[in-house]
């Protein structure tokens, strides 16, 4: 996550600064920053340094951060699932606990009642991510790896089973299913799934993948559309995959074989995007778009920093939404949200607020900015959700 601000210009240093670390660096760190704590992604944030590139709309609101207070042996992270809903998650060492809300942050489900408790993971290797990770697929579906074994929670929670018997392989995904979004690396998430909501039940897919990389996004569009993205971890070559008909077939396009994808958005089965950086040393952050379902991408021209933290996603009426680091250094770094209403040709920061997290900040149709009502460094205790760049609501996350 890269700086905003610098005193003096030493271009060697710059050059260095903004270079985009190895793929590998990159789904490394995606394993990692689906975590709420704020000292972990400290020293992240600190060691690379950007240029602004986009002007300030209006002037940003800002924490008043001070001291941070550590909590070494907690982490969590925020998923809003829905109008007003969303999953909490907190772990303590090898020991997962979710809490879920449905009246946007006013009351939450027992966390000591739904939690996962690893029997392979080492607790000291959670720190940083380590062999315990885990997804949010709805409100009540919860995917958990325990050092390589995944298990499946379709009940809040309370129980867990073996993903491989408990996730129903189907030829395509049900019209009452909604495909699962995954971004930056989609740990746990390997292949798409899709989950009713009304049952928690979790569906796979039975056709072959469309290529042969890993699964490194997905995202569900408005109209149906699924638009997925496979790349590497090295030589990433990405393929873009698009079904219409709920995954039963898809069609795949080509971006470049020195492309590294760092986030997608559909909008629906012709319009899409991509953030995209060279994979060359001192390469430059584009946004790619589409206007007939992936057969051809053109350069929006958009100006933008090159760092590895952007989380992008469509608003409610269709604008692009991104997630991205701001002003300030270690635990006080901020995090912007800037809006494209011109098709990605250009992005306005709309609002500045902290303190910044490593954690996916975007589900489709929504983003969102952690915050501390003291104004204080370390673990956030709200976020502020919305869909359109205007209008903004507050969540209270989880005691």
């Known amino acids: 996550m890269s700086g905003r601000e610098f005193s003096g210009f030493d271009v060697d240093r710059i050059s260095e600064a903004v270079r985009q670390p190895p793929l590998d660096e990159l789904r490394s760190t995606a394993r990692t920053r689906r975590r709420r704590s704020v000292a972990a992604v400290a020293t992240a944030v600190v060691a690379l340094a950007g240029v602004a590139a986009v002007p300030l709309v209006g ?9 941070p207070s550590a909590r070494p042996d907690h982490s969590g992270d925020f998923t809003m699932t829905g109008p007003g809903s969303g999953v909490d998650v907190r772990r303590e060492g090898c020991v997962l606990r979710f809490a879920v809300t449905g009246d946007g942050g006013r009351s939450w489900s027992d966390r000591d009642a739904a939690q996962f ?39 809040f929670g309370r129980t867990w089973r073996d993903e491989a018997e408990a996730i129903v392989a189907v030829p395509s995904f049900p019209v009452t299913a909604r495909a699962v979004f995954c971004g930056y690396g989609c740990p746990v ?4 799934l899709a989950v009713d909501p009304s049952t928690g039940t979790v569906y796979r897919l039975t056709g072959d993948a469309p290529s042969g990389r890993p699964l490194f996004g997905l995202y569900p569009s408005p109209d149906g559309t699924i638009w997925a993205t496979y790349q590497a971890t090295t030589n990433p070559q990405p393929t873009i995959a698009r079904s219409v008909d709920r995954g039963a077939t898809w069609t795949t396009s080509e971006v470049g074989a020195d492309t590294t994808v760092l986030a997608m958005v559909g909008l629906d089965k012709r319009e899409g995007y991509l953030l995209t950086e060279s994979s060359t040393a001192g390469g430059s952050t584009r946004v ?30 269709g604008t692009l939404l991104a997630v991205t680091a701001g002003a300030g250094t270690g635990p006080n770094r901020l995090a912007q949200l800037l809006v494209s209403w011109d098709h990605g040709r250009t992005f306005l920061i709309v ?12 589900a489709p ?9 003291d104004g204080a460094a370390g673990e956030p205790d709200h976020v502020l959700v919305t869909t359109d760049a205007a209008t903004w609501t507050r969540l209270t996350l989880s005691p």
């Open 59 to 67: 002037a940003p609101d800002r924490t008043n951060p001070v001291v």
């Open 117 to 155: 408790r690893g029997t392979r993971c080492e607790a000291s290797s959670t720190s940083t991510g380590g062999d315990l990770s885990y997804a949010v697929l709805s409100d009540r579906s919860y995917l958990v790896s325990d050092a390589g074994s995944v298990r499946l929670s379709t009940d």
């Open 189 to 192: 998430v390997q292949e798409p």
């Open 288 to 317: 790619l778009r589409t206007a007939d379902g992936g057969q051809s991408w053109t350069d929006t021209g958009a100006n933008l920093p090159a760092q590895p933290h952007w989380d992008l996603t469509a608003g409610s009426d």
């Open 351 to 362: 609002r500045e607020y902290g303190p910044l997290v490593g954690s996916i900040s975007v």
């Open 365 to 373: 149709g929504y983003a969102w900015l952690f915050g501390r009502d």
